[in-house]
């Protein structure tokens, strides 16, 4: 279930997904029952909304809805076909017309033998302009199409279109024996002002053994509960003792940057240089207020910040570095046009 946040659209509506599983009594496979969706008023009452229908068949997965701002149409992550472990997207503008399922995610040849995709529940950060999808990865014994556990890793996608993978464990399984020992489905998420809450459904045993576990009366699942730092899917530590970073080329459009870092016992400077690594006057490390603590935004300061709006006014290329001491930094916040190369043309989205 998510509000639906396509501002032409009716304040305070929420949207939800439906895709029936229905087996023929003969027992000769499934019978085709169509996906759709459902809208209500005050999400306890639901209807289904005429002619929205995603998919013609059972979609056997986390079938995720959003709205794309960026796109300005709604988009759900899916799987094709029941049985087809990869990971799908449908797209429509007004809900009832909807695209062809076209593939977003597919397994690589670095991913371990017989890793397969279950699904990947989608949500965009408005904060962050950011999509971040809980990626579900099957882990499958060879030769063995419903065997080994199910681990979620991040992905990510600047426009709800190309999606990147992290190859990186969101929520690492548990004991043996423990809920989240046999899998773990990254499920939701949800932006606060500070921090930003998931839930996992963990899940005691590995796919194959679901209905062992059902039959035995025995609890299979819970849904657990965890915090994220604002902005904090990814960081870089400073590594023995100091580190720096340097950005590609960017153009400034405003004389305000701010960064999101966690420096308990050291600091971190900033300075920009040309594009040939030069430090500009005014805005070297020296010139740095050094920032020291646990900061989601805190602002980079040089001096009486003369030099740096001159250099901004100036719509010069230039490359931010950033030098860490103990520290380990989450983003740098700012409004600029990015390039690898500042004789490309310039690029002001991703």
Known sequence: MVRDTNPDTQEG???TTNSPILRDPTGSGLVEVPSVLLDSADGRTWNVIPGAEFLPHHSDTCNCLVYNPIKNRYQITIRRRWGERRVFQVESADLTEW????PVLHPSPIDPPSTHFYGMPQFYMPS???FVGFLWLQHMPYNDIMGGPVTTEYAYSYDGDLWNRTHTVA???REPGCFGAGSMYGTAMVEREADTIVYAVARVEEHHAIPRIIESGKQSA???SGTLRKHGFVGLVSDRGRGEITTECLRLDRPEITINVNAPLGGVRVQLCDTGYRPLPGCTYADCREI????LSADVVWGDGVAFREIVAGSQWLRIQVELEHAEIFSIDTECAVAINPKAPVRRDL
């Open 128 to 130: 962050a302009g950011l």
């Open 13 to 15: 509506r929420y949207l």
């Open 99 to 102: 695209t062809a399922p076209h």
């Open 222 to 224: 819970v849904l657990l």
């Open 292 to 295: 020291q603590g646990d900061h």
């Open 171 to 173: 929520m690492p399984r």
